[in-house]
Every structure is written in C-alpha cells, then in structure tokens.
C-alpha cells in the first residue's frame, strides 16, 4: 500500500502539476487522519469491552459475598432474637416466685440468656476492588458509593456489638459465674436443683436489673438503625451487582 502511494506521488512530481499534488497530498494526509482515529476508536472499543468483562467479574464476585453476608446477618439475627426472647420471658416471671415457678424452665431461659452470635462480613471483593484502580471500571456511581459506605455503615452496626460483648463478658457473665457453677452448659441452662445454691438472689433487684439490662444491650443490636441499615445496604448492593 506504502509502494502504492509512493508511485502515484512520483507521477504526479514528474508531471509537473503542483495543483494536483497538493490535492493529492491533502487526500493522503485525510486518508492518514481517517485511519488513526479508526485505529484509536478500535482500540477504545476494545478496552471498553475488557473493562466490561472485569466489570462483570467484579460484580459477580461482590453479588455472591453479599449473598453470604445477607444470609450471615439473617441468621444471628434470628439466633440473637431467640437468646431476647429468653430474657422476656424470665422478665415476665419477675418478680420470681420459688415457691411457683418451675426450676427446671428457670434454669433453661437463664442459662441461654447469655448467648450471643456476632456478625463476621465477608470483604474480600470490595477490599480487592477499591484499593486498586480497577475500582474506576465500575460503571455505575450509585454502587460505587455504596461500596465506599459499606466500612463505615457495618462497623457502626459492629461497634454496638462490641458495646453489648464487652457489657456481657465484664458483667452479665461475671454476676452470672458468681452465682452458677461454670462447669454447666449454657445451651441446656442451669441445674436449679442443685442443693449447693442458694436461690434467694433470683428474688432480688440485683437479678432483675442484671436481666433487664442484657434485655436492653440485645435490643440496641436487633432494634436500633444500625443493624437496619445494615440489611438495607446489602440489598441494595445485591440489586445493583444482579446479572
């Protein structure tokens, strides 16, 4: 093609019509104008097409980790709901009557009043993502911030579990260990009818204010916007990675 152009502008140098050339000079350097910015275009179509795919990749892989974290959260939050639900129902017994409540039930709802199930998101996706610069392939802005918030949204839910760990690990189980053998298993509760305790402190306020705050730090996690907003922002990142 170079041999092409070269002859014709020999031709046209030896017939000695500086107007044709010029037309003719002008033509090829159009000519040569027209195929970079096809060259260029090509290239741009290509990479916008790579960029996609990575797009794809990512969103794939954010969808299946928010899934995973969306039946996590599901999942304590139920179990943590059950542990609220033995803290009312032994506030409904109070004030405790030995002589009429059953020991047996007693023992069960204190014993699982103390579980507790933390949130452990998966990140791996967004951290891969957003410290490197293939964050700017994400096309669309609206999750991007989303991804942005994520940090900060579910370590504001984690900070009131840590408010409600520390609450149970330095005084809740401490009370509790005062008064109960720690050998026995929580998940069954306490043998009431061991004749070594002393049940006189379950009719006291001490218990049912012991009670009563656990009640309160289990409904500052299940209740409270934190944990709402939680679940909102991972169905809204699920609906925004959807394929």
Wanted: aromatic letters at 10%; charged letters at 25%.
């Amino acid at each position: 093609m170079l041999k092409f152009f070269r002859t014709i502008r020999h031709r046209l140098l030896d017939s000695g019509s500086l107007r044709k050339y010029l037309v003719y000079a002008i033509g090829e350097i159009f000519l040569v104008m027209v195929g970079i910015l096809l060259a260029l275009q090509v290239n741009n179509w290509n990479k916008d097409r790579l960029d996609r795919q990575r797009e794809n990749q990512f969103l794939n892989q954010i969808h299946k980790e928010f899934e995973i974290n969306k039946v996590q959260l599901q999942q304590i939050t139920a179990y943590n709901q059950e542990t609220a639900d033995y803290c009312n129902k032994l506030i409904d017994l109070m004030p405790i009557d030995l002589t009429m409540v059953n020991l047996d039930s007693l023992g069960l709802y204190i014993g699982k009043s103390g579980l507790w199930w933390t949130f452990e998101p998966s990140e791996g996706s967004i951290d891969a993502l957003i410290n490197t610069s293939s964050f700017e392939v994400i096309s669309d802005e609206e999750l991007k911030i989303l991804l942005v918030k994520w940090k900060g949204i579910v370590g504001d839910y984690m900070n009131t579990e840590k408010i409600m760990m520390e609450h149970l690990n330095q005084i809740y189980n401490p009370f509790r260990d005062k008064n109960f053998p720690r050998n026995q298993n929580h998940e069954r509760g306490y043998n009431l009818k061991d004749p070594r305790m002393d049940l006189s402190f379950l009719t006291t306020f001490e218990f049912e204010n012991q009670i009563k705050r656990r009640k309160t730090m289990l409904d500052n996690t299940l209740v409270e916007g934190n944990r709402q907003t939680v679940q909102q922002t991972i169905e809204d990142i699920l609906n925004r990675t959807k394929q």
